[in-house]
């Protein structure tokens, strides 16, 4: 039976809410992609793949049937009304209780702690209410901006798969940098939790 997730997540400066199959997200996502390209292209290389906004409309009808069956949620995340980027949880696995999250922020949103906030708010709700034991981030060991996000939130660096994919941006192959962390290790104080609603 699936999950049924929650359509917001409420913390103190963002809210996180739920992507629908929609042209009108479509078109918000679409153009905030395509107003950040340079941006984006060297860590996603979905990226290239989103040329028009149709190709983000069957994104989000794809990842919308993984929504269903329980193993994805994605949210967009919101200051002030302001859509800034996405942040999703997916390959959520009930029987062993795992899953990866992976986000991106427009560029004029990075650096304000948005995505430390964000993914405190996914433990939370899947640490705590939800039951998970494990959350993986991976990233190219280049993008040292995830990676600094990864260990402020207290993930562990269990080691790296080396030369694991090509980039066709860098013309080389990426070695991907493995985080976790366990639900023995999630503490609910931290700043970005202290005034988190669910809703």
């Known amino acids: 039976m699936a999950q049924k997730f929650k359509e917001k997540l409420i913390g103190e400066r963002i809210i996180l809410r739920k992507t629908k199959p929609t042209i009108e997200m ?47 949620v994605e949210y967009g995340i ?27 922020l427009s560029l004029k949103s990075t650096g304000k702690g948005y995505i430390t906030e964000a993914i405190g708010l996914i433990e939370k709700e899947f640490f705590q209410n939800r039951g998970l034991n494990r959350i993986q981030i991976k990233c190219d060991e280049r993008n040292t ?11 562990v660096l269990e080691g790296k798969h080396r030369e694991d994919s090509y980039s066709d941006h860098f013309k080389d192959f990426r070695t991907t940098l493995i985080f976790s962390k366990l639900r023995s290790e999630y503490r609910p104080g931290s700043r970005a939790q202290k005034r988190t609603l669910l809703v």
Request: glycine share 6%.
């Open 145 to 155: 901006a995830s990676v600094h996000v990864a260990q402020r939130c207290g993930y």
């Open 78 to 104: 919101y200051v002030n009304a302001e859509y800034l980027g996405n942040i999703g949880i997916f390959n959520i696995d009930l029987q062993n209780k795992t899953a990866e999250i992976g986000y991106w």
């Open 26 to 72: 479509a078109r918000l996502i679409f153009h905030t992609i395509d107003a950040n390209r340079e941006h984006l292209r060297p860590w996603l290389p979905w990226e290239k793949l989103t040329k028009q906004v149709e190709d983000t409309l069957k994104y989000l009808f794809d990842k919308e049937k993984e929504t269903e069956k329980g193993t994805k």
